[in-house]
């Protein structure tokens, strides 16, 4: 009796594993992994926005031209931000880097 409770159990493992498998093959055939990327970052942009309130920051900035002011005020907002906000930013960069070296890859593939 004990037998065949554990093949069930193994069987409804296995089915729960297989169909995991078939999602993911599934979008890996039909997404395109820099769109999921892309996904990512603007998930986080998005996230980010219950720390950052990005209409203040831009308008407390100083002029674009003044490119000196710019770089005290945004060193000092990084400086004086938390850490999840740096976190997410890290997240943003890493993510962005990741989607220019994959279509870098690929545009040099496809020129070989």
Do not use: C, Q
Not at 79 to 94: E, F, N, Q, R, V
């Amino acid at each position: 009796m004990n037998n065949i409770h554990n093949t069930t159990d193994r069987d409804a493992l296995t089915r729960r594993i297989m169909r995991r498998i078939y999602v993911v093959s599934l979008l890996r055939r039909t997404v395109h992994p820099v769109f999921l990327k892309t996904l990512v970052v603007f998930a986080f942009i998005f996230r980010s926005t219950s720390y950052v309130s990005y209409r203040d920051v831009f308008a407390n900035a100083p002029s674009l031209f003044d490119i000196e002011n710019n770089l005290r005020f945004f060193a000092g907002a990084f400086a004086h931000t938390s850490t999840a906000t740096l976190y997410l930013y890290l997240g943003i960069i890493a993510m962005t880097l990741w989607i220019a070296f994959d279509m870098a890859r690929r545009k040099h593939s496809f020129s070989d």
